[in-house]
């Protein structure tokens, strides 16, 4: 439940809590997303392959990875301001560096660190969120965070692409390090979290460890995350990067239709993310749980992917919005299981959802790249080879989702075996 003082108007947590952590989880996305935009000009100057491109841009979500579970113990003892804050200041190193590197360790070690120092931003959000306002609000405000993240990937298409025409992709990382630093200023002077109960003693190590056994041990953790984690994978590793290489490769795009399909995109992800938020509100006042409203929608993202592998070019400019407009619905994994643990272990709850997440984003897009250089060595034409991946990925995420929904499917069969008259 919320710990918010009973006093404090909703407009002046909006402006104190949820603008500095929107704009922080804005700079997150537009960093994640960017190196699709400056992928050809960052081939061209450092001398890159596809397997290297994809290891280069997952290194964002390898690093990110890594920090999860600690980073749910922080956010709960010392709070999303402060984590978020000092984190943001790592990522503006981070791009700092990526703007004076010239080669390929160089760059992957701070888009690691870029990835390191943003991992607190979406975290961080939902634990705000947790802390400022009451449970049955969680799916619209996360939604509004999520739409701000969407909005970033949208500034990540055509404005970082006319960016490009009066700088380099070095300068584009430049100002972007700049507004890191003003938005951890920003999240520093932010209003402090309310008080929260403590508990009678402290916690150890081992009691945190603890907890976070327990998360992984709870059989509903891994039916939600099998049901979230495929789709948010696969949508993270292609609107950072593989998208735009389908345009170019399979569809034989240009770059100026490669940014505006970008653009598409992030326009997809935003609405998604706002529709998400506010059906996900509205259905639950007339009953509708979450968990439906996860399915039936996470049902049409691997639709949509089955048809992105039989469409031609001019199917994809609506597929691939609707690409990103359907995968933002996994968000709601994090609200769902939100009810059902207490809200002092929110943080590591979260961050346990998201280590999978973000582990499986790596996965899928470093090893997208080196599938398909190898299809590519077996003889396969360029084009083939980005569709044979997209396959498999599709059968990833739909073996996820026949998980998800196995409770539903099973209780369907029971019913009809029991409405059978023996001897029919």
Known sequence: MSHRPAEMPAARIAVGVFLPFAFGYFLSYLSRVVNAVIADDLSADIGVDSAELGVL??????????????????LDRYGPRLVESVLLVVAGLGALGFAVADDMAGLTAARALIGLGVSACLMAAFKANILWWPMER????????LTCGGIGALTASTPVAALLTITDWRGVFV??????FACSGWLLFSLKEPPQPKPEEPETLAGQIAV???????AKFWRVAAGTVPVQSVGMAYLSLWAAEWARVVD??????????QQNMAIGMTLGYAVTGVAADRLARIGVRSDRVLAAASGLFIVNLACLLAAGFSAGWVLWPL?????TSSVLGYAILSHSFPGAVAGR???????????LAFAVQSGAGG???LLVEGGLPLADAHRWVLAGLLLYCSAGYLVFIAPWLSSLVWRRGQSQVPGE
Not at 175 to 180: E, G, H, S
Not at 349 to 359: D, G, Y
Request: aromatic residues 12%.
């Open 212 to 218: 976070l056994g327990q998360i992984f041990g709870r």
């Open 323 to 327: 690409f990103a407009m359907f995968c």
């Open 371 to 373: 599938a398909i250089d």
């Open 57 to 74: 841009t997952a290194a964002y979500f390898i690093a990110f990875a890594a920090f999860q579970l600690p980073l749910g113990v922080l």
């Open 252 to 261: 034989g795009a240009s770059e100026t239709v490669v940014a505006i399909t």
């Open 138 to 145: 969680l799916p619209l405000m996360n939604g509004l965070i």
């Open 175 to 180: 100002v972007l390090a700049l507004l890191m």
């Open 349 to 359: 709850v979260n961050t346990a959802l998201n280590l999978l997440t973000f582990v």
